[in-house]
């Protein structure tokens, strides 16, 4: 029988460097004859937190006694950042000539500390070196550059557009400074993650599977996995990718078990295969390079 599957790219990985991995797993398993749903919560949650509605929700979550002297005019420049963010992120699709020219000849863009860098300063005083449109993507980086690092201060030190938590992913010694972290409430930034998974996680998923390269997305994985055992809670959960290939091969920890149900090392093709054989009913079928939990004990 064909299983409807979701393959989820979790916050979040470099926008600029697509992970192969994902749509060549996509691929695969449309060969084997299942439905299959790319997620990349990496994109989606970063368009929705630098959106205006999403910025306004990141402001308002900030307390404004936290907020140093060097990121001071940062925060109290927020309206601005909310009424120009569609401008900017229109900028980096490359799907807006008029946004180019608004910031690349005047002062649009409201300027942080990051534009008194010594290299911003210079591409101002010497435009022509540039392109328009390539000038005006590296200042509208250059402001989120200002944004990031306002969050990472105040709302959480993890925050970052292309790694989330990424220190706690650093070969730990042992799993309960994740636990911990895990355990607290969620800030805003995770909150609108959740709300994002609600809208795209199908409601009758047979399997998710979350494709995890590097440490600064498997906190966000743990996260989302934790999450559908709640509001997904009939869908298997599938955790794979570099990471758990290269810091995982000697895995021992049982409660990494309360967020996902199968953890895959190297080549994920055949591993979902059986994954999949397995949730189609046919129980006799093996594993291949998956992690399970039985009796409370981590199985190879």
């Not at 993507?137 to 306002?150: G, K, Q």
């Not at 397995?278 to 129980?283: A, K, N, Q, Y």
């Amino acid at each position: 029988m064909a299983l409807k599957i979701a393959m989820v790219v979790p916050p979040a990985v470099d926008l600029n460097t697509p992970y192969a991995a994902a749509p060549r797993l996509v691929a695969w398993l449309r060969q084997l004859g299942h439905e299959v749903v790319p997620i990349d919560m990496s994109l989606e949650i970063n368009l929705r937190v630098f959106s205006p509605k999403g910025l306004a929700r990141m402001f308002d979550a900030i307390n404004p006694a936290e907020v140093t002297n060097e990121y001071r005019n940062v925060y109290e420049n927020r309206d601005r950042y909310i009424q120009l963010v569609d401008d900017a992120i229109a900028v980096l699709q490359q799907r807006d000539m008029a946004a180019v020219y608004r910031i690349t000849m005047g002062s649009y863009l409201p300027e942080g500390p990051h534009f008194r860098r010594p290299d911003v300063q210079a591409s101002k005083k010497n435009p022509a070196a540039w392109s328009h449109g390539d000038l005006a993507r590296h200042l509208v980086s250059v402001m989120f550059a200002d944004l990031t690092e306002l969050f990472r201060s105040t709302i959480t030190r993890h925050f970052g557009m292309h790694r989330y938590a990424h220190t706690l992913g650093w070969a730990p010694p042992s799993f309960d400074p994740l636990a911990e972290e895990l355990a607290r409430p969620p800030n805003v930034y995770e909150e609108m993650m959740f709300e994002l998974a609600d809208e795209l996680f199908p409601k009758d998923l047979d399997l998710a599977c979350f494709t995890c390269p590097f440490p600064g997305n498997l906190v966000g994985a743990l996260l989302l996995g934790r999450w559908m055992a709640t509001h997904r809670p009939n869908a298997k959960r599938a955790f794979g990718g570099g990471y758990p290939s290269t810091e995982l091969r000697e895995l021992e920890e049982p409660r990494v078990f309360d967020y996902m149900d199968y953890i895959v090392i190297d080549d994920g093709e055949l591993p979902l295969k059986q994954i999949c054989a397995r949730l189609e009913g046919r129980v006799e079928e093996p594993l291949h390079n998956t992690f399970i939990r039985e009796n409370g004990v981590v199985r190879l």
